[in-house]
């Protein structure tokens, strides 16, 4: 795993607080007043209701107190201040532990638009919501505690489940299609794309088997998005034989992928 950064994280001082210079908090305005009218009719409502209960701030950078005090309040879960890209094991070492790693920096203006990397809007707006919700928290937790006993390569099949779901995942529900992942939900442009772009592909979530098969990209609007029918169908895999279906995946391998493959600096396939 990659993990260098053109970022530099943002330290917090011995109380917890992060001082955020006015240019970062001005950027956090903009990101939250475009995203808090383009999610509305288009985030599925436990989206809505964790952004209600989370109450942020919509003119400056939330901080960590704040943000667990809700948090906590809600499904005894925290965010902890990381480095914009940590090693897997940390990661999900913390998921475990009820504990999101949040990236502490923001983005630059010149990326306002789409972020590689995981910053703190991407982490607080998009991820943060859901948490709010006991049983979609519950599944991030144990999906960590599966993904730290599993091996590099069955990591590596448990993360796609991941991106096609907790990340980038849509449900349909009785209003119609929405978005529940997390980073379609911080950015504008996929938000609205996910649910209306005639190109993208988007597929009925069967028992998680297609979606450990599909190879994604970090670096664009994704062409291939999962729709679940309800939640219960995340946490039915979670329960029922997971590893036995990543195995099954690596037997049958991967399907071909909908965009040409890249290859990062570290010779490693963005997969």
Not at 188 to 209: C, Q, W
Not at 255 to 269: E, I, M, R
Request: glycine content about 6%; some cysteine.
């Amino acid at each position: 795993m990659n993990t260098t950064s053109k970022y530099t994280a943002k330290l917090p001082d011995t109380t917890g607080y992060i001082p955020y210079t006015d240019e970062e908090n001005e950027t956090w305005a903009l990101l939250y007043e475009r995203q808090s009218k383009i999610v509305v009719g288009r985030a599925c409502d436990e989206f809505i209701t964790g952004l209600q209960r989370l109450a942020m701030p919509s003119k400056t950078i939330p901080q960590c107190a704040e943000m667990n005090a809700r948090l906590q309040a809600c499904t005894g879960w925290q965010v902890k201040p990381v480095p914009a890209l940590i090693p897997e094991d940390e990661y999900f070492d913390l998921l475990a532990h009820c504990t999101f790693p949040g990236a502490s920096f923001i983005r630059y203006r010149e990326e306002l638009d789409y972020l590689e990397e995981p910053d703190i809007f991407h982490e607080f707006y998009g991820h943060c919501p859901m948490l709010t919700h006991q049983a979609f928290a519950d599944f991030q937790q144990a999906y960590a505690k599966l993904a730290l006993k599993a091996t590099p390569d069955e990591r590596l099949m448990l993360m796609r489940l991941y991106w096609f779901t907790v990340e980038f995942g849509l449900i349909q529900t009785a209003e119609g299609l929405k978005v529940y992942g997390g980073g379609i939900l911080s950015s504008a442009k996929e938000t609205v794309s996910s649910l209306v772009d005639p190109k993208a592909i988007r597929i009925p979530f069967d028992n998680g088997l297609t979606a450990l098969r599909t190879l994604y990209r970090i670096d664009m609007v994704q062409p291939v998005y999962f729709v679940l029918d309800s939640f219960q169908q995340l946490y039915d895999v979670l329960h029922g034989d997971l590893m036995g279906l990543v195995h099954k995946a690596q037997d049958l391998g991967d399907l071909p992928p909908q965009f040409p493959a890249v290859v990062d600096n570290q010779s490693h396939v963005k997969c």
